[in-house]
């Protein structure tokens, strides 16, 4: 199948979902702490960018689409440097909202010898506030008429509760959106109504309740995602061996992926769901 990247510059994309920064210190390691023992990181290079749904953000203005984001940040510093960063991708920041008393999620790793040593997470997982509810739901009910697909990013820091779920599923139908979903937790049923969602083996593992071992397995926890979220299609994304497709009342299709070494998967998943999108 050939895609003509060309177009993507025609898309208009609604992210909703949990904005983050990720923070990156790369380093050697020399010796072992006198105080404890610990590896000593000599940091040689800092490095931030946008994280969670802000790297799917990121991808999408990275292959031209025209990107609406929403989500929820904090007041202070970190809340600002990411906002920055939204608006030198010429995004659409206008869902994003600051609430007060709320951290901007941050997340440090700590790369040494390329390998992934530590990771440092600043965030709070408590649920968004009504006031933040309805401001976010009055910017997608603004933008959505002249978007081509909404996507939600979930990565349960409190934004994407079942309430905003069929708050947002009801808005995209009554406009006749797709919308694609980036689960997170074991409940699928918060994403019912949604055209497609993309959980990776290790996620619809557990809200299968299926133990994904080989193909046969796979096959298992697909069948009964589909028929108990009350969604019509799934895409799971199994790493190296790629991905699968499974629609309802239809035969699951295989799309292979080819194998690169990697020292940090994070943000696998932002990428396949912007992808996705256009």
Not at 56 to 76: D, E, H, Q, W
Not at 207 to 230: F, R
Not at 235 to 261: H, N, S, W
């Amino acid at each position: 199948m050939n895609i003509d990247v060309s177009k993507f510059k025609e898309c208009r994309v609604l992210v909703i979902g949990d904005l983050m920064i990720d923070e990156y210190l790369w380093g050697d390691v020399d010796r072992i702490s006198p105080e404890a023992p610990v590896q000593v990181v000599e940091v040689k290079k800092e490095e931030s960018t946008l994280g969670g749904s802000g790297n799917v953000v990121n991808n999408l203005a990275a292959l031209g689409a025209k990107v609406f984001a929403s989500g929820v940040i904090g007041t202070g510093k970190n809340g600002n440097m990411l906002l920055k960063r939204l608006g030198y991708l010429g995004v659409d920041a206008g869902g994003v909202i600051r609430e007060h008393g709320r951290p901007t999620t941050r997340k440090t790793r700590i790369i040494a010898a390329h390998q992934h040593v530590l990771r440092i997470d600043r965030e709070t997982r408590k649920e968004i506030s009504g006031e933040t509810l309805d401001k976010i739901m009055r910017f997608t009910e603004k933008v959505i008429p002249e978007t081509d697909v909404v996507i939600v990013s979930d990565y349960g820091k409190g934004l994407i509760t079942k309430t905003m779920m069929a708050r947002v599923v009801k808005v995209a139908k009554k406009h006749g959106k797709i919308i694609i979903a980036d689960p997170k937790g074991l409940d699928y049923s918060k994403y019912t109504g949604v055209t497609l969602i993309t959980p990776n083996r290790k996620e619809a593992a557990l809200a299968a309740g299926v133990e994904i071992t080989n193909n046969s397995s796979l096959m298992e926890a697909g069948a009964k995602i589909i028929n108990s979220a009350g969604i019509e299609r799934l895409l799971v994304t199994c790493g190296k061996d790629g991905m699968v497709l499974f629609e309802r009342d239809k035969k699951p299709y295989k799309i292979r992926a080819e194998a690169r070494q990697v020292f940090d998967v994070s943000g696998a998943g932002d990428t396949v769901i912007a992808v996705l999108g256009l």
